[in-house]
């Protein structure tokens, strides 16, 4: 019981972790956008954004456990990720027309959670649940990381209650990551995809607590996603 409290006075709530991964985030889309020479210093800065993808799934699956509505939190998703494509194809220098070549990584969270809640529903045989979470995967290819947020989501939602089996399928998955360099994408530096592991320190802090709690801090995450991008992208243009 102490070493319970102690966690939960002394860990990371769910808004700290959540705003370490938005600086890291904001670093490494920085980098992308102003820094493009691919060099150390390059790829040090872009390597610091690794862990904010694994912790923006660990909170979708947290919020999965503790919303209560879960259609409403799959429509703000969706909703988040109608307003990021265009923010994301402009400051990385897509088109915002191809939304079935490339769209932002809002578009794989909404399918790994929805992932989550078909692969939950325990009144359908397990093969349908499967086939369902498979076309989640194969549907989220356009989005950033594709889908590998997919199984992300899923090996922290199914796996909730184990840490160690946990974080065990995300090693796993992280290590098809990297694999998929070789497959399907040959750009970059394929060890940098393992940085995504030292998400799990940060992790392994969360203690269970949201933080404070206002609607500011709740609808200011999706906002922020695409205002940053549209920041990046004005200040591009400026620059030129």
Known sequence: ???????????????????IAVIAMVVQHATIVFYPTENALHWTLYAVG?????VMCFMIVEGYYHTSNIKKYLMRLFI?????HVPHALAFGYSPYEFWKVTS???CLFLGLLALVIFNKKEIPLILRLFGVGICCILSFPGNLNCIIVLWIMAFGVFRDSNRKKYTAFFIVTLCYLAE?????????PWIRLVSLLAIPLLMMYNGMLGKKSKWIQYGYYLFYPLHLLVLYGLKMLIG
């Open 105 to 107: 990584i809002m578009w």
């Open 1 to 19: 019981m102490k070493a319970d409290n102690l966690q939960k006075n002394t860990g990371l709530n769910a808004n700290t972790l959540k705003l």
């Open 80 to 84: 988040a990720t109608l307003i990021s």
């Open 50 to 54: 690794r862990i904010t993808a694994p």
């Open 181 to 189: 360099f070789w497959v399907i994408s040959s750009h970059g530096i």
